[in-house]
């Protein structure tokens, strides 16, 4: 049984994704992953964005996860917001985004996405159904020139129900630490671009034994562990290389309450402590000039997506001072549906979906007042990323 919230919390989903039809189509014309497989029988598509989804040894209408119309239908992302009584959703291309573009058509391809994202969230809006709104999160074309990719950063503050961007942890190619990211971090932090930092890419094969040690628990070693690690490991590495001494006033929102950086930052600040090739120690190398903490109390906002008390209070604690208030709801629409095969509306506990009631339980029971629980399901998220409720 789930925990509501009261009735006078409005919910905001900050953790939701899509993939317009353009998307789907794109995916579905490629082989190799990220691709879509249409079987021929007729049944559900199947997804196959991992490296680890395109297990040989299945045939294709087994790899990866079945793909209904939650994915694509603005329809479906209502309905799911009804039934778990989310207000406003702060929706996201989903993974890999446009990573897999070519550079040729990638800025234009980014400005049709983000367009139609925020044309969709304006024709919902105009309803002014207060118990349905949509904003969006953008993407960056980044197979494009760097130059391009500003123009698409400071083109985004003239769609109104833009809130930020989604972005990956490869940047360029030569991940979040590159130098030659510093005019995209330069120009986000001059427009205060809230950068929901999501992973995609996860661990290496080898990480986990290889691709048959994975394939024994299906998506669980990827998502439980690679995703989270990835984002750790990207943010982790921006913080080394001074991203955050360089654009002290960039704003991120990380998935997952952060992957497992709140229960690292310790261990991370310590082994910059005793790091002796560092000049704070004695060494030749410019180390981080400002603590873990002071990034992750000024910089960094946390996902609460991480379903249970333990992530959560971890994720609170290092937030700092303001603790709580750094957090936001989000669900992972439309990953993580229900498997018992009772997922349609009312057939169960209203429809409701198990990942999404984990996360509203562990929320409520975690042991900050009642003001702070309202501000993750949606106080924190209307003040941060500017959306009235
Ligand atoms: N699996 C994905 O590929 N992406 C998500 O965002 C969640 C689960
Ligand atoms: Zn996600």
Redesign the pocket.
């Known amino acids: 049984s789930s925990t509501p919230p009261s009735t006078n919390t409005t919910i905001i989903d900050i953790h939701t994704?899509t993939y317009p039809p353009s998307y789907i189509d794109l995916l579905a014309s490629r082989t190799t992953v990220p691709y879509i497989h249409r079987p021929s029988d007729g049944s559900d598509p199947r997804l196959i964005?991992?490296s680890s989804d395109d297990d040989p040894s299945k045939p294709l209408h087994q790899r990866g996860r079945p793909i209904d119309k939650s994915y694509s239908s603005w329809a479906e992302k209502l309905s799911f917001m009804k039934t778990h009584s989310v207000s406003i959703s702060v929706v996201s291309l989903?993974?890999p985004w446009l990573d897999i573009l070519p550079p040729t058509t990638a800025l234009t391809t980014a400005q049709h996405i983000n367009n139609d994202l925020n044309a969709s969230c304006a024709t919902q809006n105009a309803k002014n159904d207060p118990s349905a709104r949509l904003y969006a999160f953008a993407s960056l074309p980044l197979s494009a020139t760097p130059d391009e990719i500003v123009s698409e950063i400071h083109r985004l503050p003239s769609l109104p129900n833009i809130k930020g961007i989604i972005l990956g942890t490869t940047g360029l190619g030569a991940g979040l630490d590159d130098p030659n990211m510093d005019p995209l971090w330069a120009a986000l932090e001059s427009n205060s671009t809230m950068i929901f930092l999501?992973p995609?890419y996860g661990l290496p094969e080898s990480a986990f034994g290889g691709a048959e040690t994975i394939a024994r628990s299906g998506?669980v070693l990827p998502?439980a562990l690679g995703?989270p690690l990835e984002t750790t490991i990207a943010v982790t590495r921006m913080y080394l290389s001074g991203v955050f001494d360089r654009f002290p006033r960039l704003r991120m929102l990380l998935a997952h309450s952060g992957g497992t950086l709140p229960f690292l930052a310790g261990r991370i600040q310590s082994c910059v402590e005793h790091e002796r090739d560092f000049t704070s120690n004695g060494g030749h190398k410019q180390g981080p000039r400002r603590e873990i903490w002071d990034v992750l109390r000024t910089n960094i906002w946390l996902d609460a997506v991480i379903y249970s008390k333990a992530g959560l209070k971890s994720a609170i604690e290092a937030a700092g001072p303001e603790g709580a208030g750094r957090l936001m709801f989000g669900t992972?629409h439309p990953?993580?549906p229900r498997v018992d095969g009772k997922e349609k509306d009312g057939e169960e506990d209203g429809g409701k979906w198990p990942s999404v009631t984990s996360n509203l339980e562990a929320i409520g029971g975690v042991g900050v007042g009642e003001e702070d629980v309202r501000g993750i399901f949606g106080g924190n998220a209307a003040k941060v990323l500017g959306i009235e409720i």
């Open positions: 994704h964005i991992l989903a993974n999501h995609h998506h998502l995703f992972d990953f993580f």
